[in-house]
């Protein structure tokens, strides 16, 4: 029932994630290349130096990904002959406000949901609970980090629950984002990249009449090895975004890496199908084109809006419980 889902514990959602991996606010970049390219997620906590309050507390400055190396990088490479330079500067450069959030474990998905939903962060940090002898060899806390995408993962698995507003169309919902940033295959690539990293959302590569070509986002970004976009940024500020789409094209090829692919459905899809599509390609969008021209690109579904839909379907669970 829906009122079990309003009892669950965010930690919940933590079981079977591991750790994420960390680094300090004075460290340099380079070790921020290293440590992504090591990572089991796709992001890196950045934890402050000063000391907290609480003994053994940490306190965390941030989150750092992939797309904030790759944007700083080339932004830098127009400005800098020698990259090493950029490499040894701190960490802190890369961090971005409001993306990262405390939850406690026992905090329920409700109040995490809403932390992102209100704007509070993008991504939810849950203190990973000790287990006995664990508690006296460690001295610093370690945590999870939870996604938009682990959140749609978990109502999707109790999506029997939420029928049958699942089965109706997102343009019947109203989740479908007419208003989107988006570039010509010809403009520079750092250009796409100043979109990415402003908006925080999906660019989409078009043509002049409005067809979708390609994608840049974070999802995309985060599929490289941060070692060859460290290589090659000097190169990659200088691209057009079409030869920028070529070059993660060959390098996802060359590595074992899965470059997730461009994901599209129609304003008369069903939520739980572009759900579906979202989560078996690992990505936290999905591309509305025109149902009669499928490759003109009209709008974009996001799983921020996603997850608006289940919050007003518990609204109404929590108002009949309280009642």
Do not use: Y
Not at 252 to 262: M, T
């Amino acid at each position: 029932m829906a009122v079990s889902i309003l009892c669950h514990d965010i930690s919940d959602l933590c079981i079977g994630k591991p750790a994420v991996s960390s680094l300090p606010l004075s460290a340099p970049v380079s070790d921020a290349v290293s440590a992504l390219r090591r990572s089991p997620s796709q992001s890196l906590l950045i934890t402050s130096d000063k000391p907290s309050p609480e003994k053994k507390a940490v306190t965390i400055a941030g989150s750092i990904c992939l797309v904030d190396l790759v944007c700083f990088l080339c932004s830098e490479g127009k400005r800098l002959d020698d990259c090493a330079g950029s490499l040894e500067t701190s960490v802190s450069v890369l961090l971005q406000k409001g993306r990262v959030h405390r939850v406690e474990p026992h905090s329920s998905v409700l109040e995490a949901l809403d932390a992102i939903l209100d704007g509070v962060a993008t991504e939810l940090v849950i203190p990973l609970r000790p287990r006995g002898s664990i508690r006296k060899k460690h001295s610093t806390e370690s945590f999870c980090l939870l996604t938009q995408e682990d959140l749609v993962r978990h109502f999707l698995a109790s999506i029997s629950v939420f029928s049958p507003i699942v089965s109706l169309s997102v343009a019947s919902l109203d989740l479908i984002q007419h208003e989107f940033p988006s570039v010509q295959s010809r403009c520079s690539a750092t250009s796409a990249l100043s979109l990415l990293n402003h908006h925080k959302t999906p660019v989409a590569v078009i043509t002049d009449s409005g067809h979708l070509i390609g994608e840049l986002s974070g999802p995309i970004i985060s599929s490289l090895d941060s070692t060859a976009v460290t290589a090659a940024a000097s190169d990659i500020a200088t691209f057009s975004v079409d030869e920028f789409v070529d070059w993660i094209e060959r390098i996802g090829r060359k590595s074992a890496r899965s470059v997730p692919e461009v994901v599209v459905c129609q304003p008369g899809s069903s939520l739980v199908a572009v759900m579906v599509q979202a989560l078996a390609h690992r990505v936290d969008h999905v591309w509305v084109v025109d149902a009669k021209d499928d490759c003109k690109v009209v709008g974009i579904v996001t799983f921020n809006e996603v997850l608006r839909v289940f919050r007003d379907q518990l609204t109404a669970v929590e108002e009949i419980v309280e009642f």
